[in-house]
């Protein structure tokens, strides 16, 4: 994955052989939107709002597949 200006972030294996994004650092509670691209996941937009919901990504070839599973508590970061 790419570099974000926001910081920094991890990748923690969950099941399906999925990845769950997970906020770490202290610049964000951005909201993350990333489109399936011929050569990878490419950064498109972040907003200064809390977005209470989870990205989930399913590696994909040449790429991301994008799904998003909203959570009832904010997930994003402190």
Do not use: Q
Not at 16 to 33: A, E, G, I, K, T
Not at 64 to 73: A, G, I, N, S, Y
């Amino acid at each position: 994955m790419d570099v974000y200006s926001c910081g920094l972030w991890m990748f923690i294996p969950a099941v399906y052989r999925c990845l769950f994004l997970l906020c770490m650092d202290v610049c964000s509670c951005c909201v993350w939107m990333f489109v399936p691209v011929v050569y990878g996941c490419l950064f498109l937009l972040c907003m200064n709002v809390c977005f209470c919901c989870v990205w989930m990504f399913v590696p994909v070839v040449y790429g991301c597949l994008l799904l998003l599973f909203c959570m009832d508590v904010c997930f994003c970061c402190v």
